[in-house]
């Protein structure tokens, strides 16, 4: 009895020790296997690479002197040698110095002899990174502290001099130049430490997510913002720069909107984009995923702008979209470039504005929600959100305001209340703000249906105001995407001619193309990487019935799991440029913890059936297939599969699809919101821990 009490009494306490020492195995079970293999990954530059001759044996101090020229602005963190041992292992140190011309040491490293390998290279890493602004000579001096006089080695070189590159042995000149590679980029053991802070916060947030869900019993819409917020502050910097999703064309426009409102300079005559030199990085295709992104990261988080002020053209994507779907970002990047911030502060403070503001919009729809709180509130962390979230994307303000209008929706037509005036101009903004966002969402103005005419003071009022809704929803659309409405409609003879042509996608809100000035010829062209010159326009589709149902067909065979992995967070990164694939496993948990969230407990009947459901369903079928057309219009005709097609375009109406596959037949007897939300959360960070391995060790 006594410890059956003791149990009932700390139980929490004992559940979040267990969760700290599981958490402490996974955390340091992934570091082991991964950050000794991350912090010694480095980038070489192959200098020299003749090499048939050996130099005289290095035993002692004098040693062998190489010069090297070093190209401007070239970070040396060390340099790579190939050793020649004699057959034997040597005992000993071996030193490699680097001076400058007047023979002043500026960066030193040393190694074990026995860890030299014959006709291996060798590589050392300096105490410090050497790095100038100008093209500069250095002496490279390779010397040794042997135990024996017979611990000697020698370096591979060359039967001829490199320009530039003299050696000297032993104190006097020789021929020839040693086999050389410099280290140009190097992790090192920052990530060490990085990673220790990271984790230590995620570590920190799941006990106080424990003790809100368990012991406070917190309010879903609570419980979101906590996680949206700590997991969002992760993904901002976890990602590395320009590594979201188009994420280089949203940081490029947002800092063109910054300019003009700074009333600076935002572009040069040749539409380069003008920016401080200590920002001055390419905007116009995505990075790399790899722990060098997050070493740049780490070390721009301390740098200012070093009075690197002056503004310089930049090759950079700007974006023509619908303006306010910049608001946060642009205001991030105002406030930093304003309290003269550097280049990576800058970037976090646009993503956090995106975050915050994505938290709240979806924070006032969860809370307005009269019932399917838990499933919208786990859609929205999924990995896919948080990750858009954490980015300078402007597809979380989307998702965020579909959100709010399906909660809204769902509030007046199962509440008590008769709709205000005030009530109804906020369903009218938020649909005139989402129609001219993205056309696919422009359906969503539709679910405004759902509510009867019972909840207006009158069937007129009613009628006036769900057609004055639309309406005012397709004169923004209109006024602001006239140009794609020629385009959709067009005849293969009149579609764009050029791959950046079609680029100008109904999907990123972008004006279609002049077509009026484009020169077709007679042929079907094949651009030069193979593709068509011609796309999927809604003329060609209607005069192509079967290769239009060939190619739906073939994409729903060959691309379904990707759609998948895109919607629930399988891939991520830049999905079609070089994604992250995460084990299916973790998708696969998710989704059945968000199927789990739609059983209903208790005796409460579920409210939401009939016609409201068939038609929820109906707005999100015709936006997901939108989407579908959308990306089909600029797929090349020649192409067997829908190019461009991802599964995140179908996250804002997701949860009307999921509400659409609840029912009253199968109900537990008592809530597990609380398990499911902390099991939700717990695969995320596995998630993120499953990316954290496969970008710590790639090189690409």
Request: net charge neutral; charged share 15%; proline share 4%.
């Given at each position: 009895m006594?410890?059956?009490?003791?149990?009932?009494?700390?139980?929490h306490?004992?559940?979040?020790?267990?969760i700290?020492?599981?958490?402490?195995?996974?955390?340091g079970?992934?570091?082991?296997e991964?950050?000794?293999?991350?912090?010694?990954?480095?980038?070489?530059?192959?200098?020299?690479d003749?090499?048939?001759?050996?130099?005289a044996g290095?035993l002692?101090?004098e040693?062998?002197?190489?010069?090297?020229?070093?190209?401007?602005d070239t970070?040396?963190?060390?340099?790579?040698?190939?050793?020649?041992?004699?057959?034997?292992?040597?005992?000993?140190?071996v030193?490699?110095?680097?001076?400058d011309?007047?023979?002043?040491?500026?960066?030193?490293?040393s190694?074990d002899?026995?860890t030299?390998?014959?006709?291996?290279?060798?590589?050392?890493?300096?105490?410090?990174?050497?790095v100038?602004?100008?093209?500069?000579?250095?002496?490279?001096?390779?010397?040794?502290?042997?135990?024996?006089?017979?611990d000697?080695?020698?370096?591979?070189?060359?039967?001829?001099?490199?320009d530039?590159?003299?050696?000297?042995?032993?104190?006097?000149?020789?021929?020839?130049?040693v086999?050389?590679?410099?280290?140009?980029?190097?992790v090192g053991?920052?990530?060490?430490?990085?990673?220790?802070?990271?984790?230590?916060?995620?570590?920190?947030?799941?006990?106080?997510l424990?003790?809100?869900?368990f012991v406070?019993?917190?309010?879903?819409?609570?419980?979101f913002?906590?996680?949206?917020?700590?997991?969002g502050?992760?993904?901002?910097?976890?990602?590395p720069?320009r590594?979201?999703?188009?994420?280089?064309a949203h940081?490029?426009?947002?800092?063109?909107?910054?300019?003009r409102?700074?009333?600076?300079?935002?572009?040069?005559?040749?539409g380069?984009?003008?920016?401080?030199?200590?920002?001055?990085?390419?905007?116009?295709?995505p990075?790399?995923?790899?722990?060098f992104?997050?070493?740049?990261t780490?070390e721009g988080?301390v740098a200012?702008?070093?009075?690197?002020?002056?503004?310089?053209?930049?090759?950079?994507?700007?974006?023509?979209?619908?303006?306010?779907?910049?608001?946060a970002?642009t205001l991030?990047?105002?406030?930093?470039?304003?309290?003269?911030?550097?280049y990576?502060?800058?970037?976090l403070?646009?993503?956090?504005?995106?975050?915050?503001?994505?938290?709240v919009?979806?924070?006032?729809?969860?809370?307005?929600?009269?019932?399917f709180k838990?499933?919208?509130?786990?859609?929205?962390?999924?990995?896919?959100?948080?990750?858009?979230?954490?980015?300078?994307?402007y597809?979380?303000?989307?998702?965020?305001?579909?959100?709010?209008?399906?909660?809204?929706?769902?509030?007046y037509?199962?509440?008590?209340?008769?709709?205000?005036?005030?009530?109804?101009?906020?369903l009218?903004?938020?649909g005139?703000?989402?129609?001219?966002s993205?056309?696919i969402?422009?359906t969503?103005?539709?679910?405004?249906?759902?509510?009867?005419?019972?909840?207006?003071?009158?069937?007129?009022v009613a009628?006036?105001?769900?057609v004055g809704?639309?309406?005012?929803?397709?004169?923004?659309?209109?006024?602001?995407n006239?140009?794609?409405?020629?385009h959709?409609?067009?005849?293969?003879n009149?579609?764009?001619?050029?791959?950046?042509?079609?680029n100008?996608?109904?999907?990123e809100?972008?004006?279609?193309p002049?077509?009026?000035?484009?020169?077709?010829?007679?042929?079907?062209?094949?651009?030069?990487?193979?593709?068509?010159?011609?796309?999927?326009?809604?003329?060609?589709m209607?005069?192509h019935?079967?290769?239009t149902?060939k190619?739906?067909?073939?994409?729903?065979?060959?691309?379904?799991?990707?759609?998948?992995?895109g919607?629930?967070?399988?891939?991520?990164?830049?999905?079609?440029?070089?994604?992250?694939?995460?084990n299916?496993?973790?998708?696969?948990?998710?989704?059945?913890?968000?199927?789990?969230s739609?059983?209903?407990?208790?005796?409460?009947?579920i409210?939401?059936?009939?016609?409201?459901?068939?038609?929820?369903?109906?707005?999100?079928?015709?936006?997901?297939?939108l989407?579908?057309?959308?990306?089909?219009?600029?797929?090349?005709?020649n192409?067997?599969?829908?190019?461009?097609?991802?599964?995140?375009?179908?996250l804002?109406?997701?949860?009307?699809?999921?509400?659409?596959?609840?029912n009253?037949?199968?109900?537990?007897?008592k809530s597990?919101?609380?398990?499911?939300i902390?099991?939700?959360?717990?695969?995320?960070?596995?998630?993120?821990?499953?990316?954290?391995?496969?970008m710590a060790?790639?090189?690409s």
């Amino acid at each position: 009895m006594a410890f059956k009490a003791f149990l009932e009494k700390y139980k929490h306490l004992l559940v979040m020790l267990l969760i700290f020492a599981m958490g402490t195995l996974i955390f340091g079970w992934v570091g082991y296997e991964n950050l000794r293999e991350s912090a010694g990954l480095g980038k070489r530059e192959i200098i020299h690479d003749e090499y048939s001759v050996i130099t005289a044996g290095i035993l002692g101090s004098e040693g062998v002197k190489q010069n090297i020229i070093v190209k401007p602005d070239t970070r040396l963190y060390g340099v790579n040698l190939d050793f020649h041992i004699y057959n034997r292992v040597c005992f000993g140190t071996v030193f490699v110095d680097l001076l400058d011309k007047e023979g002043n040491l500026l960066a030193s490293a040393s190694d074990d002899m026995t860890t030299i390998l014959d006709n291996t290279f060798k590589r050392f890493i300096f105490d410090k990174m050497v790095v100038s602004e100008e093209k500069q000579e250095y002496v490279l001096h390779v010397h040794t502290s042997p135990e024996t006089e017979n611990d000697r080695i020698a370096l591979w070189k060359s039967e001829r001099t490199k320009d530039g590159f003299p050696l000297t042995e032993n104190a006097k000149d020789a021929s020839g130049t040693v086999a050389l590679q410099y280290i140009t980029n190097y992790v090192g053991g920052f990530i060490y430490t990085a990673y220790f802070v990271i984790c230590a916060f995620l570590m920190g947030f799941l006990l106080v997510l424990y003790y809100l869900v368990f012991v406070k019993k917190s309010k879903i819409h609570n419980i979101f913002a906590l996680c949206a917020l700590c997991l969002g502050l992760v993904f901002c910097l976890f990602t590395p720069q320009r590594g979201g999703p188009d994420e280089y064309a949203h940081i490029a426009t947002s800092y063109y909107n910054a300019s003009r409102i700074l009333g600076m300079k935002a572009v040069d005559e040749k539409g380069n984009l003008m920016m401080r030199e200590c920002d001055a990085v390419p905007l116009n295709r995505p990075c790399s995923y790899n722990a060098f992104e997050w070493k740049e990261t780490y070390e721009g988080l301390v740098a200012g702008t070093h009075g690197k002020t002056e503004l310089v053209p930049v090759k950079a994507t700007i974006t023509s979209v619908f303006p306010p779907l910049y608001f946060a970002q642009t205001l991030g990047v105002l406030l930093a470039r304003i309290l003269n911030f550097g280049y990576i502060p800058m970037l976090l403070m646009g993503r956090a504005f995106n975050l915050l503001l994505y938290v709240v919009l979806v924070y006032l729809a969860i809370k307005t929600l009269p019932f399917f709180k838990l499933p919208l509130c786990l859609v929205s962390l999924l990995p896919i959100p948080l990750q858009l979230a954490g980015s300078f994307s402007y597809d979380t303000l989307v998702m965020g305001m579909c959100f709010l209008f399906i909660a809204l929706c769902f509030k007046y037509a199962y509440g008590t209340e008769i709709l205000s005036a005030k009530q109804i101009g906020v369903l009218a903004v938020l649909g005139a703000l989402i129609a001219p966002s993205k056309t696919i969402y422009i359906t969503v103005v539709a679910l405004c249906f759902i509510i009867p005419s019972a909840k207006f003071k009158s069937k007129k009022v009613a009628y006036l105001a769900k057609v004055g809704i639309i309406l005012l929803a397709l004169c923004m659309w209109l006024g602001y995407n006239s140009g794609i409405v020629s385009h959709t409609v067009s005849d293969i003879n009149v579609t764009a001619k050029t791959q950046e042509q079609l680029n100008a996608t109904v999907t990123e809100g972008k004006d279609a193309p002049d077509l009026s000035e484009i020169d077709i010829p007679n042929d079907h062209s094949i651009m030069a990487n193979g593709d068509s010159s011609y796309c999927f326009s809604f003329g060609y589709m209607m005069t192509h019935i079967s290769q239009t149902i060939k190619i739906l067909i073939n994409s729903i065979q060959d691309d379904m799991p990707l759609y998948v992995q895109g919607l629930i967070g399988g891939r991520l990164g830049e999905i079609i440029v070089s994604p992250l694939e995460i084990n299916w496993l973790y998708p696969i948990a998710l989704i059945i913890l968000l199927l789990l969230s739609l059983v209903p407990s208790g005796t409460h009947s579920i409210q939401y059936k009939g016609v409201a459901k068939w038609w929820g369903l109906f707005v999100a079928i015709s936006a997901c297939g939108l989407a579908v057309l959308a990306c089909l219009t600029w797929t090349p005709i020649n192409y067997t599969t829908i190019f461009g097609l991802q599964g995140r375009y179908f996250l804002p109406v997701f949860p009307l699809i999921l509400f659409a596959l609840t029912n009253d037949n199968l109900r537990l007897k008592k809530s597990v919101d609380g398990v499911l939300i902390f099991s939700f959360i717990c695969t995320d960070i596995l998630i993120l821990l499953d990316a954290f391995t496969i970008m710590a060790v790639n090189l690409s």
